[in-house]
């Protein structure tokens, strides 16, 4: 019902700052939480961060908290994450996510309903 595509990655400076974007087409968009996730070689995935269905409520995992900024856009049927003061650390393929519960839950990162198939980030020190 929902369809994502990630854009935007690209290699960056540390320190630098880079803005992902998630193209998602579907009747339902507006209903839905969105998230960022990544994944880095080697590493397990890990949440990133995640918005409400009218975009009034995130949350974020405290290793991007007050560097990373999520919104979305209805009307468009995008979301963001704007990415500041970037490190190595936070290389690593981020995908974009629907879930059809509690935006806040999707942390839990149980029972999404649908993936995008990820744009890679690689920050270079």
Not at 13 to 32: K, P, T
Not at 34 to 45: C, H, V
Not at 50 to 68: C, H, L, M, P, Q
Not at 82 to 104: F, H, I, R, W
Request: aromatic share 12%; net charge negative.
């Amino acid at each position: 019902q929902v369809q994502l595509v990630e854009s935007g990655g690209g290699l960056v400076q540390a320190g630098g700052s880079l803005r992902l974007s998630c193209a998602a087409s579907g009747r339902d968009f507006s209903s839905y939480a969105m998230g960022w996730f990544r994944q880095a070689p080697g590493k397990e995935r890990e949440f990133v961060a995640s918005i409400n269905w009218s975009g009034e409520s995130t949350y974020y995992a405290d290793s991007v908290k007050g560097r990373f900024t999520i919104s979305r856009d209805n009307a468009d049927h995008t979301i963001s994450l704007q990415m500041d003061d970037l490190n190595p650390e936070d290389t690593a393929v981020y995908s974009c996510a629907a879930y059809g519960g509690n935006a806040q839950a999707m942390m839990l990162m149980f029972g999404i309903d649908y993936w995008g198939q990820g744009t890679q980030v690689t920050v270079s020190a």
